[in-house]
């Protein structure tokens, strides 16, 4: 609905924002029901790119590139997911 009411590039970009700062914030967590929660809010309300992209490709790519197009965004969209808590895990430490 966000989509309709905004378009389809801020409401994968809000998405993908979401993501980035719930796997930093699960990162940086200290408890179990923190964790918890934090996943449940930010990672799963935040997964609404996954079906906007394959229509978003559709359109920008155009048939042809379909395929191709939608792999190196998936892949790179799994690998934002990856690395947040990642770098949230160098920075454990380092945040008071």
């Known amino acids: 609905r966000l989509a309709d009411a905004f378009g389809r590039k801020p409401a994968i970009l809000l998405s993908m924002a979401g993501i980035l700062v719930g796997n930093l914030a699960f990162g940086i967590t ?7 929660i934090v996943r449940a809010i930010f990672l799963g309300a935040c997964n609404g790119w996954v079906s906007l992209m394959g229509v978003y490709v559709g ?8 395929n ?19 770098v949230a895990a160098l920075l454990y430490n380092k945040i008071p």
Do not use: D, I, M, W
């Open 30 to 36: 200290k408890t179990l029901h923190a964790a918890l």
């Open 59 to 66: 359109e920008v790519g155009g048939a042809s590139r379909q």
């Open 68 to 86: 191709r197009v939608n792999g190196y965004t998936l892949t790179g969209g799994t690998f934002c997911q990856l690395s947040g808590p990642a």
